[in-house]
């Protein structure tokens, strides 16, 4: 069944790279495995998937065991980082995609052991439950994180509003586009279930999809 799911995106990834006249291989496929079994995420990596995205640090802590080794697997920060979590946090991802201040940069940067990969999430829509540094409080961000030796600064992050319309989301994804290319930065995350076609034919480099390959999750009570 994952295997299928996993295929299915994979074509329609490649799809959307070629109407916007990019390579599918500049776009990164990011399998969301939030609150989703151990089991699972096996199931994915048998099926060739590599790379993993996780939203509750204690959750995927827990999971992190039942994978076993999985050496060449990688697995990203999508969700909230609390500034108590940095430290596991940094023994546990490969990539944190949620930071949005010094104060968690500046963390990540003295506890991680080994460099660690970041991107900073930009809120670009006024929803009170969205994460993520203004536009305006943007560059001095960037300045910050590259002068963090322990970091590596990858690119921007961001969530557009929620719609059925994937239309809703293309500004949003637009407007990522621009702020990074006013940073020289060079990745853009963006682009869920939903709308991850319209992320490409913007320049999303990874794409993090959860729904359409592992099923729908339960609410969050
Ligand atoms: C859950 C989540 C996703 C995946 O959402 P789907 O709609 O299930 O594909 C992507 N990005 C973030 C930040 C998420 O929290």
């Given at each position: 069944?994952?295997?299928?799911?996993?295929?299915?995106?994979?074509?329609?990834?490649?799809?959307?790279?070629?109407?916007?006249?990019?390579?599918?291989?500049?776009?990164?496929?990011?399998?969301?495995?939030?609150?989703?079994?151990?089991?699972?995420?096996?199931?994915?990596?048998?099926?060739?998937?590599?790379?993993?995205?996780?939203?509750?640090?204690?959750?995927?802590?827990?999971?992190?065991?039942?994978?076993?080794?999985?050496?060449?697997?990688?697995?990203?920060?999508?969700?909230?980082?609390?500034s108590n979590k940095t430290r596991v946090a940094a023994g546990l991802f490969d990539a944190?995609?949620?930071?949005?201040?010094?104060?968690?940069?500046?963390?990540?940067?003295?506890?991680?052991?080994?460099?660690?990969?970041?991107?900073?999430?930009?809120?670009?829509?006024?929803?009170?439950?969205?994460?993520?540094?203004?536009?305006?409080?943007?560059?001095?961000?960037?300045?910050?994180?590259?002068?963090?030796?322990?970091?590596?600064?990858?690119?921007?992050?961001?969530?557009?509003?929620?719609?059925?319309?994937?239309?809703?989301?293309?500004?949003?994804?637009?407007?990522?586009?621009?702020?990074?290319?006013?940073?020289?930065?060079?990745?853009?995350?963006?682009?869920?279930?939903?709308?991850?076609?319209?992320?490409?034919?913007?320049?999303?480099?990874?794409?993090?999809?959860?729904?359409?390959?592992?099923?729908?999750?339960?609410?969050?009570?």
């Open positions: 069944m994952i295997a299928e799911k996993l295929a299915e995106i994979r074509a329609r990834i490649a799809r959307a790279a070629e109407r916007a006249g990019r390579r599918a291989s500049d776009v990164e496929l990011i399998a969301v495995s939030k609150v989703k079994p151990a089991s699972d995420i096996l199931e994915a990596y048998a099926a060739g998937q590599r790379l993993f995205g996780e939203s509750y640090v204690q959750e995927f802590q827990r999971k992190r065991p039942e994978l076993g080794d999985l050496s060449d697997a990688k697995f990203h920060l999508i969700g909230k980082l609390q944190v995609q949620t930071v949005a201040s010094e104060k968690i940069a500046r963390r990540l940067n003295d506890q991680t052991e080994t460099p660690l990969d970041v991107f900073l999430e930009v809120k670009l829509s006024d929803e009170e439950a969205k994460g993520g540094v203004a536009p305006e409080q943007l560059c001095p961000l960037v300045d910050y994180v590259q002068g963090c030796t322990n970091l590596r600064l990858r690119g921007l992050m961001t969530m557009p509003p929620w719609s059925q319309d994937p239309e809703v989301a293309r500004p949003y994804f637009r407007r990522l586009r621009e702020l990074a290319e006013q940073h020289g930065l060079r990745e853009l995350s963006m682009g869920m279930t939903n709308d991850f076609e319209t992320a490409i034919e913007e320049g999303a480099t990874c794409v993090r999809v959860g729904t359409a390959i592992f099923g729908k999750r339960p609410k969050p009570a």
